[in-house]
């Protein structure tokens, strides 16, 4: 049913739990994840300003994603990493196009039912509503 199933991370905890569920989907129809991880630029600068400091979140990122797969080796399910830079969300939507993405798994937080605006602005609604595919939240 979802052969290419995206698994956006931040590297928290809940995020584990969500790649977790997308390989159970996954391993159903012999698909691929795609773990993704996006660095976020720093406003009103350009990238070559900190070109230093990006280039070494982004190999610390590709350790990272490199470790939440290893737990999955010698499964049936291919999972690939992926870093870019840019607007989360943003970038998150602009990826799930360009690669056929049919599912995108990702963690949410607890909305808080006396205050409930504070869930409005986060990545996780931001991509939920937005997105083309089906969006499953984790919680």
Known sequence: MFKNILVPTDFSEDDSHALDIAVKLCSLDGGTIKLLHVIEIIANTSFEEFEDFYTTLEKRSYSDLSAMI????????????????????????????????????????????????????TISYKVGILAQCPVMLVK
């Open 70 to 121: 290893s737990q999955f080796q010698g499964g049936e399910v291919k999972i690939e990493p992926d870093v870019i830079y840019g607007n989360r969300a943003h970038e998150i939507l602009r990826f799930t196009g360009e690669n056929d993405i049919d599912l995108i798994v990702m963690k949410s937080h607890r909305i808080d039912v006396e205050d409930r605006a504070q869930g409005w602005g």
